[in-house]
């Protein structure tokens, strides 16, 4: 008699099923996994197994969209174990528990695990985690390009910004402020450190969303280790391939955080979201660094763009059935980010289709964005669009682009002052 799951494998439900892999070496703790789950049962199809050597050779034989593994295992730890998942199946989104772990252990699942949780994970932590995975993976409908995301575990670096964290890391007095700094300007080591900083391998209390903040609490020592012993900044030669300035974009990502802050109070956003405010301005573009670095055929929808003085967005979705703004928030959704950074990053092109009905960071964001890419644009050759007034009007914010454009407009000046006496 076929089983109860090969009996449904074959109606259409079950194929839509998403399958995860939980792998952990104690049976209890398997056992707590299979309970607490079991309501997802109709949604999930789930295996639970307790050695890792044995789940690779089921991977090896079935896909799995989501594999969630235990760090500390005989035989093969979850780094390792991970690491190899991800070369057979590098769609799949992967997730270790862990507490407390040596740094080695760390440093070998920096690469090969997406996020890591907590041991033991909460209900909600582990199933909004999974979901939240899921929703930005739906949004990335292409199966290449969502490989290819899957794979990234870092992203090219400003070569000068790259040399000048360096050297500050090598000189006889690192300041770590100093080196918090640095990395707020660069876009893939803000994504990347706060992805760490944010994951249970630090036990941090609190979520932390600047990356002073996450340079301060990581310290000189960890910062060094992770620099040296997995490479989490790193250079590439972008320009030489990719038809994109990585200088010009992450300048363009730092002027819209700045000034998209100073919109969020304009709109009466509190604190909280003032802060998220830079951060989703800052990675707002990070699919255009992902693209840029990852895809050979980007290089021809920029020159596309420059000779028919078209947008990017539009032409993204044209010719890869996606936007950069839908390969960022899935790399994001991996590495840990949620909330109002997600959305904002994901509709800043099209914030209709949000579901918020207040102004938000995702508001500031788009007005930002596009008063910013009036003012001065990353690439001039560039067709770039306005700022959707109906979205405006159904927030009541219809006549705030004036006082809207005369703050990106004065941010850029200052900025440019600033550069100016600076000699840089």
Same mark, same amino acid.
């Given at each position: 008699?076929?089983?109860?799951?090969?009996?449904?494998?074959?109606?259409?439900?079950?194929?839509?099923?998403?399958?995860? &892999?939980?792998?952990?070496?104690?049976?209890?703790?398997?056992?707590?996994?299979?309970?607490?789950?079991?309501?997802?049962?109709?949604?999930? +199809?789930?295996?639970?197994?307790?050695?890792?050597?044995?789940?690779?050779?089921?991977?090896?034989?079935?896909?799995? +969209?989501?594999?969630?593994?235990?760090?500390?295992?005989?035989?093969?730890?979850?780094?390792?174990?991970?690491?190899?998942?991800?070369?057979?199946?590098?769609?799949?989104?992967?997730?270790?528990?862990?507490?407390?772990?040596?740094?080695? =252990?760390?440093?070998?699942?920096?690469?090969?695990?997406?996020?890591?949780?907590?041991?033991?994970?909460?209900?909600?932590?582990?199933?909004?985690? *999974?979901?939240?995975?899921?929703?930005?993976?739906?949004?990335?409908?292409?199966?290449?390009?969502?490989?290819?995301?899957?794979?990234?575990?870092?992203?090219?670096?400003?070569?000068?910004?790259?040399?000048?964290?360096?050297? $500050?890391?090598?000189?006889?007095?690192?300041?770590?402020?100093? *080196?918090?700094?640095? *990395?707020?300007r660069d876009i893939a080591m803000s994504a990347k450190?706060?992805?760490?900083?944010?994951?249970?391998?630090?036990?941090?209390?609190?979520?932390?969303?600047?990356?002073?903040?996450?340079?301060?609490?990581?310290?000189?020592?960890?910062?060094?280790?992770?620099?040296?012993?997995?490479? *989490?900044?790193?250079?590439?030669?972008?320009?030489?391939?990719?038809?994109?300035?990585?200088?010009? &974009?992450?300048?363009?990502?730092?002027?819209?955080?700045?000034?998209?802050?100073?919109?969020?109070?304009?709109?009466?956003?509190? +604190?909280?979201?003032?802060?998220?405010?830079?951060?989703?301005?800052?990675?707002?573009?990070?699919?255009?660094?992902?693209?840029?670095?990852?895809?050979?055929?980007?290089?021809?929808?920029?020159?596309?763009?420059?000779?028919?003085?078209?947008?990017?967005?539009?032409? $993204?979705?044209?010719?890869?059935?996606?936007?950069?703004?839908?390969?960022?928030?899935?790399?994001?959704?991996?590495?840990?980010?949620?909330?109002?950074?997600?959305? /904002?990053?994901?509709?800043?092109?099209?914030?209709?289709?949000?579901?918020?009905?207040? /102004?938000?960071?995702?508001? /500031?964001?788009?007005?930002?964005?596009?008063?910013?890419?009036?003012?001065?644009?990353?690439?001039?050759?560039?067709?770039? $669009?306005?700022?959707?007034?109906?979205? =405006?009007?159904?927030?009541? =914010?219809?006549?705030?682009?004036?006082?809207?454009?005369?703050?990106?407009?004065?941010?850029?000046?200052?900025?440019?002052?600033?550069?100016?006496?600076?000699?840089?």
């Amino acid at each position: 008699m076929a089983s109860p799951s090969a009996k449904s494998s074959g109606s259409p439900a079950a194929a839509q099923r998403r399958r995860l &892999l939980f792998v952990d070496d104690e049976p209890n703790v398997i056992s707590g996994l299979r309970r607490m789950l079991h309501k997802h049962s109709d949604a999930w +199809d789930m295996q639970f197994m307790t050695n890792a050597a044995e789940a690779l050779e089921r991977v090896g034989r079935e896909s799995f +969209d989501v594999v969630v593994s235990d760090m500390r295992m005989p035989g093969m730890d979850g780094g390792t174990f991970l690491a190899k998942v991800a070369a057979q199946c590098p769609q799949t989104v992967r997730f270790i528990l862990s507490g407390n772990s040596e740094f080695h =252990l760390i440093c070998k699942s920096v690469g090969s695990a997406h996020q890591c949780l907590a041991k033991p994970c909460s209900y909600e932590t582990l199933v909004n985690a *999974i979901n939240r995975s899921f929703r930005m993976g739906d949004a990335l409908r292409d199966k290449i390009l969502k490989t290819l995301v899957s794979q990234i575990g870092s992203l090219p670096s400003i070569s000068a910004i790259y040399q000048e964290i360096m050297a $500050e890391m090598g000189s006889g007095d690192p300041s770590v402020k100093r *080196i918090g700094e640095i *990395i707020s300007r660069d876009i893939a080591m803000s994504a990347k450190v706060l992805q760490l900083v944010n994951s249970a391998f630090f036990g941090l209390a609190t979520h932390v969303e600047s990356p002073q903040h996450a340079a301060v609490l990581l310290g000189i020592n960890t910062l060094k280790s992770l620099v040296m012993a997995v490479h *989490i900044f790193h250079q590439a030669g972008f320009e030489d391939h990719a038809g994109l300035s990585i200088d010009k &974009l992450s300048e363009h990502s730092i002027d819209v955080g700045m000034s998209a802050q100073k919109i969020g109070r304009l709109i009466g956003l509190n +604190d909280t979201e003032v802060q998220d405010v830079f951060m989703a301005g800052l990675f707002h573009d990070i699919g255009k660094l992902i693209l840029a670095a990852k895809l050979p055929a980007y290089r021809d929808i920029i020159l596309h763009c420059r000779k028919k003085a078209c947008s990017m967005y539009r032409a $993204e979705a044209e010719k890869l059935g996606v936007s950069h703004s839908q390969v960022g928030a899935y790399l994001l959704s991996l590495w840990g980010f949620q909330g109002s950074i997600l959305e /904002a990053v994901l509709y800043h092109h099209r914030p209709n289709e949000s579901h918020e009905t207040a /102004a938000n960071v995702l508001t /500031a964001i788009h007005v930002a964005n596009a008063m910013m890419n009036e003012i001065d644009p990353p690439d001039r050759d560039i067709l770039t $669009e306005p700022a959707d007034q109906t979205y =405006l009007e159904k927030k009541g =914010l219809s006549d705030i682009l004036p006082e809207c454009r005369k703050i990106c407009r004065d941010y850029k000046i200052n900025a440019c002052k600033v550069t100016q006496s600076e000699g840089l």
